[in-house]
């Protein structure tokens, strides 16, 4: 990474630390977009707090969406359970069939309102792009490499832990990545249902037709997308060059 890069990056974090934390600092840039006086910062819950909510419910969504989609990968690429990769793979595509809304519709009648119909829509809406890297990755596994593991007598177990895992890292960590960057914007509309997080400020801006909250809303959920998704870029490429691989082979 070029020392320019770096700049550009610590910058962007800084803008955004600070505008979250204070963002009254930046009033005088949203003002020309509010009419009839309407307030440029969004005022009715902390700004900071709203983000941190956000940050939860996808990390919360992910970690289970990378949980289950890694152990069920793990199954269907074992002897025992290669037979269901068909099935495996159908049920995962189900969480992208069906859209977000739809899920939320769904899941509020079961769950109620608040932060639970959004994980799982995120829940579910993750899964794919995590199996099917994991899949990947595992079943790239050289039979040359499994079968030198197995002459140094290794078993089963440590042959997953000690060698599939680490070689599929990298293609497991761009599944992980691609979920994070999709649930944090699908995140934005579990404040239909009265999740708290950064959908609020958008959907606050829609109803009082202030392009300021839109705005704000957008450009938090951008900013991190981008700082969150060059993060886990930056751990697949340092995963791939300790296995001797190019960026291009993990993205």
Not at 49 to 76: E, K, W
Not at 147 to 162: C, H, P
Request: proline share 6%; glycine share 8%; net charge positive.
């Amino acid at each position: 990474m070029s020392p320019r890069s770096i700049i550009l990056r610590a910058s962007a974090l800084l803008l955004l630390a600070t505008f979250i934390a204070a963002p009254q600092l930046f009033a005088f840039a949203f003002e020309p977009l509010t009419v009839n006086n309407a307030p440029a910062i969004y005022n009715q819950s902390s700004l900071l707090t709203l983000t941190v909510s956000h940050l939860r419910t996808v990390f919360l969504a992910t970690l289970a969406s990378t949980v289950l989609a890694i152990a069920l990968a793990i199954f269907v690429t074992r002897p025992a359970g290669r037979e269901f990769l068909p099935l495996s793979r159908s049920l995962m595509n189900i969480g992208q069939t069906f859209p977000p809304v739809a899920v939320l519709a769904i899941a509020v009648p079961l769950v109620g309102f608040g932060e639970k119909p959004t994980l799982i829509a995120l829940f579910l809406y993750g899964l794919l792009p995590i199996f099917e890297n994991t899949l990947t990755g595992l079943m790239e596994v050289s039979p040359r490499t499994l079968e030198a593991a197995r002459g140094m007598g290794m078993n089963a177990r440590q042959r997953l832990v000690q060698v599939e895992l680490p070689l599929a890292l990298p293609l497991i960590l761009a599944g992980i990545r691609l979920s994070v960057i999709i649930s944090l914007g699908t995140a934005t509309i579990g404040s239909t249902v009265a999740a708290k997080g950064l959908g609020e400020v958008i959907i606050a801006g829609l109803q009082s037709n202030n392009v300021a909250f839109i705005l704000q809303g957008g450009l938090v959920v951008a900013l991190l997308a981008v700082l969150i998704h060059d993060g886990l870029g930056l751990a697949e490429r340092m995963a791939a060059r300790k296995l001797g691989r190019s960026a291009d082979e993990v993205s």
